[in-house]
């Protein structure tokens, strides 16, 4: 099979670049489903070959690769379940946690804060593999670089964008100095030409305007500008009623709070099977209690039925417990706010999002003052109780049925 048959243009010349430039960090950057994450894993297993045999010749018995990911289970499901479907090449976890090829020791390493360095302080790698890159505490980052002081050492970085002030972007891959030896490539959609015309089209057509279009489609590092749901139109997704005609699966969405300014808001959501959305009830309000919540909760029980979810703030766990021994099925919802967003917004991008006329309490005020700050790349934490009461509930609502990649054995 020829190389062209197994690798996109852009793969085949980061490829290149690996085997024949001079450089000490490699990132590769860019959209989702653009083909870095099986060209990365084609690189670390050369690494690995690379380390085994550079250790051979150092007579080194114990060579080490780091291995950093944000989490255990992002390393897990990003790196080694990849290679390990992509590859057919099985890697287990020894009591430690490391895993081993080719007499190679790769040691885990996890990015999400600074107690991640534990595991490799003090020790001596030959190379390192980053996943997640912008998602690395920059302590730990660099942490990681210094690790790595064999000679010949190598950093190979795998990233989504971010801000563009992020310390990824402006100290290391505008970072032109010859003698920092950094090359970097950055992925767009187009650059994945093994995906069919028709995925990548509907890809672009349901991802949202702006700043998640420019990241997720173009690989560009670009500020949040303006009104978060800047894809909600008030006069198409504002309707008198439900149609009458749905089979409506019901849940709801709790974000906490007391004082003027952090109300609590729940949110009533109706899924029908046509993949619409629709907002039928909001309470929102200040000054009252958690007994008056719980009554607010088991009325609308007992409209929507005594089985569906209500998705909470989980910063307030002593509510989440009070909630379920009075029989509510009350869940810790993840709070990821830019993946919830993204999931919201994706729902009106492509027409599917809908608000009852009678629902709203501070829903559409609270809409159009959502902005984005333009610094740290989320939300302006005001106004923002309904939005967070909706991010929790359509977001973990559907995210287990939010799988939009297409597998295939390339990527």
């Not at 379940?81 to 080719?102: P, Q, T, V």
């Not at 310390?167 to 959609?189: G, H, Q, S, V, W």
């Amino acid at each position: 099979m020829a190389l062209p048959d197994l690798l996109t243009a852009k793969q085949q010349e980061v490829l290149q670049s690996y085997l024949h430039d001079d450089w000490r960090i490699l990132i590769l950057s860019g959209a989702v489903r653009a083909g870095k994450t099986f060209i990365s894993d084609w690189i670390f297993l050369l690494e690995i070959r690379r380390v085994a045999k550079l250790a051979k010749m150092r007579h080194d018995p114990h060579p080490i690769i780091i291995l950093a990911g944000y989490s255990s289970n992002s390393i897990y499901t990003n790196v080694i379940a990849s290679i390990e479907n992509e590859f057919g090449i099985e890697l287990k976890a020894d009591r430690h946690g490391h895993y081993h090829f080719m007499n190679v020791d790769i040691v885990p390493v996890y990015t999400g804060n600074k107690r991640g360095v534990g595991a490799i302080r003090g020790a001596t790698a030959y190379s390192a593999y980053i996943d997640e890159g912008s998602l690395a505490d920059q302590s730990v980052f660099q942490e990681i670089l210094q690790r790595c002081s064999v000679k010949n050492s190598r950093i190979v970085v795998t990233t989504n964008p971010d801000s563009p002030v992020h310390y990824l972007k402006t100290d290391y891959i505008d970072n032109k100095k010859p003698e920092a030896r950094i090359r970097a490539f950055n992925f767009t959609i187009d650059d994945n030409t093994f995906l069919s015309p028709e995925y990548v089209k509907s890809l672009k057509a349901q991802t949202p305007s702006g700043m998640f279009t420019d990241r997720s489609i173009y690989g560009r590092w670009v500020s949040a500008e303006g009104l978060v749901y800047s894809d909600f139109d008030k006069d198409q997704m504002m309707i008198d009623e439900l149609p009458t005609n749905g089979d409506y699966t019901y849940y709801c969405g709790v974000d906490f709070g007391f004082a003027e300014g952090h109300a609590t808001s729940i949110t009533v959501w109706a899924d029908d099977q046509q993949g619409n959305t629709y907002l039928t009830e909001e309470h929102t309000a200040t000054h009252r209690y958690i007994d008056y919540w719980i009554q607010v909760m088991k009325d609308i029980q007992q409209r929507h039925g005594y089985n569906l979810t209500f998705w909470c703030d989980p910063a307030r766990p002593e509510y989440v417990s009070e909630l379920q021994m009075n029989g509510i099925q009350a869940r810790n919802a993840n709070k990821n706010i830019l993946t919830g967003i993204e999931s919201v917004s994706e729902l009106m991008t492509t027409g599917h999002f809908f608000v009852l006329k009678n629902a709203p309490v501070k829903f559409i005020d609270e809409i159009y003052e959502y902005v984005w700050d333009s610094d740290k790349g989320v939300p302006i934490k005001k106004m923002d109780n309904c939005m967070d009461s909706m991010r929790y509930a359509v977001y973990n609502q559907h995210r287990d049925n939010q799988a939009r990649t297409i597998r295939s054995r390339y990527f």
